[in-house]
């Protein structure tokens, strides 16, 4: 069994930070990539950053510059710190992680998800 955990979400006023953390635990053998998408109320769910490990960041292009992603492939952990938010980042943010327990291929696993709200 494999386990997504976030961390971190919350109320802020626009211009303000976050930091997101998520853990993933359980019978992973390898993970390549882990990030974090977003669905803010009725909207589909979004990509917001993702690291594929060792390789590259990707980041929307609304965030970039203002959210920045990390992660240890060794922990199997990310984090995502979220500066200058504005109202539209409000939503429900999901950790994901693309791994493999060594009985499947790789797939993508979630996290049950963490609020953001941003007030104006």
Known sequence: QVQLVESGGGLVQAGGSLRLSCAASGSFRKINGMG??????????????TI????????AEDVKGRFTISGDNAK???????NSLKPEDTGV????????TGRSPFISYWGNGTHVTVSS
Do not use: H, I
């Open 52 to 59: 594929t490990f060792g390789v590259e960041r990707n980041y």
């Open 93 to 100: 943010y999901y950790c994901n992680a693309v791994g493999t």
């Open 76 to 82: 199997n952990t990310v984090s995502l710190q979220m």
């Open 36 to 49: 974090w998408f977003r669905q803010a109320p009725g909207k589909q769910r979004e990509l917001v950053a």
